[in-house]
């Protein structure tokens, strides 16, 4: 056999691995062969060399409600052909992160599949029986150009001004020449060559296209020195045998289409449709980076945003719907998807508007009983973990407290993390005060006090912001030289400790007539 695995691939499988994964390559070369495309299979192929970040997401997207929308299935295959550059952890935080984003693939390397295994590094097989096809049929050679020669043609090509291709050398070796580097183990890669008269295809987003790939290239590389394949052999071999429909990606993939057609015509292959996605990129128009921390999925988990609200940011920003507007969640994005919409503009996002999707999203989910639950949960945990010995009364720690306080604070706040900071922190622990700084607001604390306390039991455990609106302002006209501006400046001080914040009908009516009570008791004795 002319082409083997390389000895590390073969190493981190066992025997009984090794026989499972061929017969589900074998199998889905038996089920491919059989079958036409006649079902919507959309696939996610990321590179586990690094972890998810906005870019990916939206991709991935988009083909899930592109699979969703016509009733076909959403994949998600890694690419870890370049085994050197992959990154630990970043294959699972991936589907993590899909999962997270509501996104789940229907087949994964985690879910399982009738056309895995989902995992590049353990379809090599499959890479080598099509790249021994393509050499068997002239379309693809052996090369035995040094990466010393490959670095001088670089260097010879930008010294001259021109850009850098591969020279096709190896394409004119005679068998016999062939044959002699092999017997004596020269190391070698496999190229493909490329032919002119491309066929134009029509991209789903970008129209005609065309691009004669062999006029401004050299042959490219389809099997690597190491026996693993290149993106251009492994995502075609993939996507045929994995019986993809519809190809969605970025745009930055476009000019290598053309190449890629030509390999499926060469292997005999229906292509699938080809639809390359405009790319997304920051408000400004540059591009986003991985360099920026800010766009790793994960961190965006980390600072509580919901992935509904990151869903329809990307979306939003973009094209491909029926209707633009804020809050839709992913029934609704299904419905409003409509891919001849998409326009070939980059889409530009701009995350300063992140907290008022997120705060859209989390009312919504404050509005939803189940949704509600889980998000006390997460509260719940937040409290314990910000406050810790601090709490007096574990009453706020209840369910029904916590709901109350979600039900009054939706829309006034962009994350659930926010009602654990310092403006918030009343709700949970009891303020301190000072007689100095009682004094300094007014001379008759224990009188207002005790028309609050009076007030309090006047309506009873059902407290009204609306009617303690209302009361409040009658009892300020009760005190004698204490204006309304500074009883409500010593109420609000009583409730929070704080000069800032919401109403105080709001604050008392969050907290519950016993807590109220408990805290101007406090007052009375100052």
Same mark, same amino acid.
């Given at each position: 056999?002319?082409?083997?695995?390389?000895?590390?691939?073969?190493?981190?499988?066992?025997?009984?691995?090794?026989?499972?994964?061929?017969?589900?390559?074998?199998?889905?070369?038996?089920?491919?062969?059989?079958?036409?495309?006649?079902?919507?299979?959309?696939?996610?192929?990321?590179?586990?060399?690094?972890?998810?970040?906005?870019?990916?997401?939206?991709?991935?997207?988009?083909?899930?409600?592109?699979?969703?929308?016509?009733?076909?299935?959403?994949?998600?295959?890694?690419?870890?052909?370049?085994?050197?550059?992959?990154?630990?952890?970043?294959?699972?935080?991936?589907?993590?992160?899909?999962?997270?984003?509501?996104?789940?693939?229907?087949?994964?390397?985690?879910?399982?599949?009738?056309?895995?295994?989902?995992?590049?590094?353990?379809?090599?097989?499959?890479?080598?029986?099509?790249?021994?096809?393509?050499?068997?049929?002239?379309?693809?050679?052996?090369?035995?150009?040094?990466?010393?020669?490959?670095?001088?043609?670089?260097?010879?090509?930008?010294?001259?001004?021109?850009?850098?291709?591969?020279?096709?050398?190896?394409?004119?070796?005679?068998?016999?020449?062939?044959?002699?580097?092999?017997?004596?183990?020269?190391?070698?890669?496999?190229?493909?060559?490329?032919?002119?008269?491309?066929?134009?295809?029509?991209?789903?987003?970008?129209?005609?296209?065309?691009?004669?790939?062999?006029?401004?290239?050299?042959?490219?590389?389809?099997?690597?020195?190491?026996?693993?394949?290149?993106?251009?052999?492994?995502?075609?071999?993939?996507?045929?045998?994995?019986?993809?429909?519809?190809?969605?990606?970025?745009?930055?993939?476009?000019?290598?289409?053309?190449?890629?057609?030509?390999?499926?015509?060469?292997?005999?292959?229906?292509?699938?449709?080809?639809?390359?996605?405009?790319?997304?990129?920051?408000?400004?128009?540059?591009?986003?980076?991985?360099?920026?921390?800010?766009?790793?999925?994960?961190?965006?988990?980390?600072?509580?945003?919901?992935?509904?609200?990151?869903?329809?940011?990307?979306?939003?920003?973009?094209?491909?719907?029926?209707?633009?507007?804020?809050?839709?969640?992913?029934?609704?994005?299904?419905?409003?998807?409509?891919?001849?919409?998409?326009?070939?503009?980059?889409?530009?996002?701009?995350?300063?508007?992140?907290?008022?999707?997120?705060?859209?999203?989390?009312?919504?989910?404050?509005?939803?009983?189940?949704?509600?639950?889980?998000?006390?949960?997460?509260?719940?945990?937040?409290?314990?973990?910000?406050?810790?010995?601090?709490?007096?009364?574990?009453?706020?720690?209840?369910?029904?407290?916590?709901?109350?306080?979600?039900?009054?604070?939706?829309?006034?706040?962009?994350?659930?993390?926010?009602?654990?900071?310092?403006?918030? *922190?009343? !709700?949970?622990?009891? @303020? %301190?005060?000072?007689?100095?700084? #009682?004094?300094?607001?007014? +001379? /008759?604390?224990? =009188?207002?006090?005790?028309?609050?306390?009076?007030?309090?039991?006047?309506?009873?455990?059902?407290?009204?912001?609306?009617?303690?609106?209302?009361?409040?302002?009658?009892?300020?006209?009760?005190?004698?030289?204490?204006?309304?501006?500074?009883?409500?400046?010593?109420?609000?001080?009583?409730? *929070?400790? !704080?000069?800032?914040? @919401? %109403?105080?009908?709001?604050?008392? #009516?969050?907290?519950?007539? +016993? /807590?109220?009570? =408990?805290?101007?008791?406090?007052?009375?004795?100052?």
């Amino acid at each position: 056999m002319l082409l083997t695995l390389p000895q590390r691939g073969v190493q981190c499988l066992t025997a009984v691995r090794k026989t499972w994964i061929k017969l589900q390559l074998n199998a889905a070369v038996r089920r491919c062969c059989s079958t036409a495309h006649d079902e919507v299979r959309v696939r996610f192929a990321p590179s586990p060399t690094g972890f998810l970040h906005l870019g990916g997401l939206r991709t991935a997207l988009y083909n899930y409600i592109f699979a969703k929308k016509f009733g076909g299935s959403f994949i998600l295959r890694l690419e870890d052909t370049d085994q050197s550059r992959l990154v630990p952890g970043a294959a699972e935080s991936i589907e993590d992160m899909l999962e997270w984003a509501g996104i789940p693939p229907d087949e994964s390397p985690r879910r399982g599949g009738s056309v895995g295994p989902y995992l590049q590094s353990q379809r090599l097989d499959l890479y080598r029986q099509t790249a021994q096809r393509l050499l068997d049929g002239g379309h693809a050679y052996y090369c035995f150009c040094s990466p010393q020669r490959l670095e001088l043609l670089k260097k010879e090509a930008l010294r001259s001004g021109q850009t850098p291709r591969y020279d096709n050398r190896c394409r004119h070796l005679k068998a016999q020449q062939v044959q002699e580097k092999l017997d004596q183990g020269v190391p070698h890669v496999i190229r493909f060559r490329l032919e002119e008269g491309v066929e134009p295809f029509q991209d789903m987003i970008f129209g005609r296209n065309h691009h004669e790939v062999a006029q401004v290239e050299g042959d490219p590389v389809v099997i690597k020195a190491d026996g693993f394949p290149t993106y251009h052999l492994a995502n075609i071999v993939d996507d045929h045998y994995m019986r993809i429909s519809h190809v969605l990606r970025g745009s930055e993939w476009l000019i290598s289409t053309s190449k890629h057609l030509l390999m499926y015509r060469a292997l005999g292959w229906k292509p699938p449709t080809f639809g390359h996605l405009p790319l997304l990129m920051n408000k400004d128009g540059s591009k986003l980076s991985k360099r920026q921390g800010d766009i790793f999925i994960q961190n965006f988990q980390r600072d509580g945003v919901l992935p509904e609200a990151l869903l329809d940011i990307t979306t939003n920003c973009g094209s491909g719907f029926n209707t633009n507007q804020m809050g839709r969640r992913m029934d609704e994005l299904i419905a409003e998807f409509n891919p001849s919409k998409i326009t070939t503009h980059s889409a530009l996002v701009d995350l300063e508007k992140l907290p008022e999707f997120n705060k859209i999203h989390l009312q919504q989910r404050i509005e939803d009983d189940k949704q509600c639950s889980l998000l006390i949960k997460d509260l719940q945990g937040q409290i314990q973990q910000t406050f810790a010995e601090e709490i007096q009364d574990k009453e706020v720690l209840q369910e029904d407290y916590i709901r109350r306080v979600l039900h009054f604070r939706k829309g006034h706040i962009s994350f659930l993390k926010e009602l654990v900071n310092p403006t918030h *922190s009343y !709700l949970w622990v009891r @303020p %301190s005060l000072s007689s100095q700084q #009682v004094a300094a607001l007014t +001379a /008759e604390a224990q =009188h207002i006090a005790s028309l609050v306390l009076k007030l309090i039991s006047e309506q009873g455990k059902q407290l009204s912001v609306d009617r303690l609106s209302k009361d409040l302002k009658t009892l300020a006209k009760q005190t004698k030289t204490t204006k309304y501006r500074e009883v409500m400046k010593l109420l609000r001080l009583a409730l *929070s400790g !704080l000069q800032q914040g @919401p %109403s105080v009908a709001e604050m008392m #009516v969050s907290l519950g007539p +016993a /807590e109220v009570s =408990h805290r101007f008791q406090k007052l009375l004795l100052l």
